[in-house]
């Protein structure tokens, strides 16, 4: 009847029935498994019902958001499938196409967005999307939360709750699926959604659940014998999991050792590097990689270019590595065909903690023993806890599943704040715009149930607090019957933090306002960059651990400032600057500088956009940009010269290439017979007029590197632009 309704107001077309068999014929099934059986017993074809199912991985969650994906399009309305990270996005992109011939990925420009049925996009993406514009949203008749635990996940959790309270503003049918979740009613009642509960015997593969005793084997032997273990067990692929980086390394180099036979030949292993990182030279740790990898090993961590993280991935779900040692981020990637998971370390370092050491959480271990058992690998799936002496948290609490309850995380200071600064950027500066999307947050709904002894929640005095937290630190102002209005400082730093996703918390960009404030000129030295690496958490290169440098310690002791020896923002400083920015090799700067120089790409853009930041801040603040800044800011975005820097600035040209053409400048051009001078593009400009094109022409393709074809076109352009300019 429920359903009856629903087709008479124009709301489905396709009965239930009609939608399950269109399914079960697009996919090739024989039948609909019993968690997609249980929704469909539940009404999810024939309500508009929010739903809530925790399902065990590889048990079906997919097929039901396909079921209410197929009746939402035949109703002429989009879906819009959303997940945590942009890795999981192609995966889910190609479950879609099985029912919507136009779906839109995290990289389609927005005209594709506008035009496709289906869109499959991030949490934050969204969330932005939906916030600045709401009538963007009204087109979707259905949102799919994908991963949906990750709302225990301090960031991740924040961007999920956030977007899930606009989703309940704005009437949105909403499906979340997960894996686990506790409490599971709580949820339900604050999504007002139909919950569905599916045990773990539902699950394709079944996951056994066993320990690795170390306990009494002694520290430093642990990795070598968790190593023989791991072979003896011989239930490979294995996905092992730790949480300090070196920890990865270590234990994959251990593996290696013990492990005889080559499974990848070296030179075409080479050769796969060099194309994705586009360069023949490997650093000490690309070549450690490069060596595990022939033995069907590899480690995976932040500290790794990421274009080889991702290689490592393919090559691992290529089954072409059986043993991957990783950090616990890769919980929430993409589903690897893991036959057996090993958690390593059951505590991992926060530096927020008077101890510094926090056991890992009993939902990250499921999260984590997710992973084992896959289609291909049997019936069974194993996931081992390793015992080690001391450890505080029993690994018998690991196996036994039970979850910690999940809290709201918008209620931390800095995230409230962030959000507040969040809504009036998109023009809901009121007090009473901003309490009522409050009201609708996880947040509000479990702090107004929590029962407290001395005082009672309230909503309106929490947030008060924090506006005027925000009009103190300068970010806000208040504008009288108008609300409240961003100033300078709160612009530029939502607009940052909106624009990148990035997660820095508030304090670093109310510093760099500060130290404009204090010095009233835009700096392009190492201080800036070491006061935007020492600020801002990530945007220094890992330090090698117990590595040091004495030229590194002495520099900046001169300067009065310490050197630690732990985190590295002095060591990363003096890399970008006396390495990075002079187009220094990879190899030579992780040997040289002790930090981990595959970074340098991914850190060097991270600096250039908070130098954009401190750029914007100045204008602010009516403080002159020399004009020479966007030189000094593309130098640490390049890694080049400035010489070499309006080379790098042509599309393909990257720094490899431009340092093999200073290299034949300094070589052949500024020597006999061409006795040369100036700079490379002067140098080209001389040849260009003195000589003419053809002779310009031959001259390039001598230069390895650039030859004949696209490169040698864009530069021989740049040069006749500058010899034609007046």
Known sequence: MAWLNLVQKGVYKMTAKEVVDQLLKMENWEKLNKTQQLAVEQGLLETRDNFVVIAPTSSGKTGIALLAGLQTLDAGQKIVYLVPMKSLASEKEEDLKTISQNVAGFDSSPKDWEEATALVTTFESFYKSILVSPSYAKQFGLAIIDEFQVLYDVLRGFNLEKVLTLLKELGIRTICISATFEDKTEIGEWLNAKLIVIPDDARDVKIIHDVIPLDETKPANQNQELCKKIIEIGREPYLVFCTRKDYTLARAKIMCSLLDKNVSDEIDLRRHFSETVRRKNLTSLEQELLQCMIKGVAFHHSGLDSRLKKLVEEFFSEKKVSYLFATTGLAYGVNFPAKTVIVADTSFYDSSLVSKRRQIPVYMYVQMAGRAGRSGFGNEGYAYVVKRKG????????????????????????????????????????DEEILGFFKNTFFNFQSERKEVEFVKFDLFKTLKSHVEYLYERGFIVPVGASGYKLTGLGEVTVSFLFNTFANYPLAPFEELNKLLAKEQKVRQDEFIIYSISKL????????????????????????????????GPEYSTYAIVHGWMENMDLTEIEEKFKVYASQCPEVGKSIFQLLTVYERLARKRSIDVPSEFQDFKDRIRFGV?????????????????????????ENALRRTPWNLKGSIIEIFEQIYRERGEAKFVETLQFIKGVGKGKKLDKILSLVKERVKAP
């Open 391 to 430: 450890a505080e948290l029993p690994v018998e609490k690991y196996q036994e599943g039970i979850i910690e309850k999940a809290t709201s995380v918008v209620g931390n200071d800095d995230y409230f704040r962030k959000t507040i600064l969040e809504l009036i950027y998109s023009q809901k500066c009121k």
């Open 536 to 567: 801002f958490e990530g945007t220094s290169l890992s330090k090698y651990p117990k590595e040091r440098s004495e030229d590194i310690t002495k520099f900046f002791e001169n300067k009065g400032i310490p050197v630690s020896n732990q985190k």
């Open 641 to 665: 010269t400035a010489e070499e820097l309006p080379l790098t600035r042509l599309r393909g040209i990257g720094r490899e290439t431009t340092r093999k053409i200073k290299l034949y400048c």
